[in-house]
């Protein structure tokens, strides 16, 4: 069974930083684009960041370039998100999600930016 | 930047039949944006329905259905059952970046 469990969300102030973690299991891995979506409360769905299976190619949104670093550790069957120079903007569910389909999903990670 | 435009409401009878749309602001959409959509129900992370305009994963019952219409990506769903009631998304693909609609919610009354 594939699943994915993300941790690392919490409450940090602005100018803040975390690191997310997402858990992976049920699949080979390092065979996989993986992919971090966002949602604020009440609102639709972003495409923060994804990493090729090998980690060569990586993007970021607009809204999170030059902040955000996402990273993957194959041997781990682990994808990160690190985020720096937080903002009251970045408050959201974090999700993690499996490949060019964004076929399975985490149940998502709470990040509050707020002092 | 590219814009997705989905319709914000839409309400359906039970049993009946609705259509959603993803529309882009480049212009028409291809199987080249591999359109893709998922549902949302309140408190649960997104479930994958479509990939590749008109696939089902093996989890997403027969009467949800993908196709391009009218230069968009669309979701038809027949014989809409309650438990359709939810937010749909769809995202399409421009070469490396990934862009979500912003989401329509489907009143099943």
């Known amino acids: 069974e594939v699943q994915l469990v993300e941790s690392g969300g919490g409450l940090v102030q602005p100018g803040g930083s975390l690191r997310l973690s997402c858990a992976a299991s049920?699949?080979?891995?390092?065979?996989?684009?993986m992919n971090w979506v966002r949602q604020a409360a009440g609102k639709g769905l972003e495409c923060v960041s994804y990493?090729?299976?090998?980690?060569?190619?990586?993007y970021y949104a607009d809204s999170v370039k030059g902040r955000f670093t996402i990273s993957r550790d194959n041997s781990k069957n682990s994808l990160y998100l690190q985020m720096n120079s937080l903002r009251a903007e970045d408050t959201a569910v974090y999700y993690c999600?499996?490949?060019?389909?964004?076929?399975?999903w985490g149940q998502g990670t709470l990040v509050t930016v707020s002092s | 930047q590219t814009v997705v435009t989905q319709e914000p409401s839409l309400t359906v009878s039970p049993g009946g039949t609705v259509t959603l749309t993803c529309a882009s602001s480049?212009?028409?959409?291809?199987?080249?944006?591999?359109p893709k959509w998922f549902q949302q129900k309140p408190g649960q992370a997104p479930r994958a329905l479509i990939y590749?305009?008109?696939n089902r994963h093996s989890w997403t019952p027969a009467r949800f259905s993908g196709s391009l219409l009218g230069g968009k990506a669309a979701l038809t769903l027949s014989g809409v059952q309650p438990e359709d009631e939810a937010e749909y998304y769809c995202l399409l693909y421009y070469g490396g970046v990934r862009v979500f609609g912003g989401g329509t919610k489907l009143t099943v009354l």
């Open positions: 999600t499996r490949g060019t389909g964004f076929d399975y």
């Open positions: 590749s305009t008109s």
């Open positions: 990493i090729s299976n090998s980690g060569s190619t990586i």
């Open positions: 049920g699949f080979t891995f390092s065979n996989y684009e």
């Open positions: 480049t212009g028409a959409v291809t199987s080249g944006n591999s």
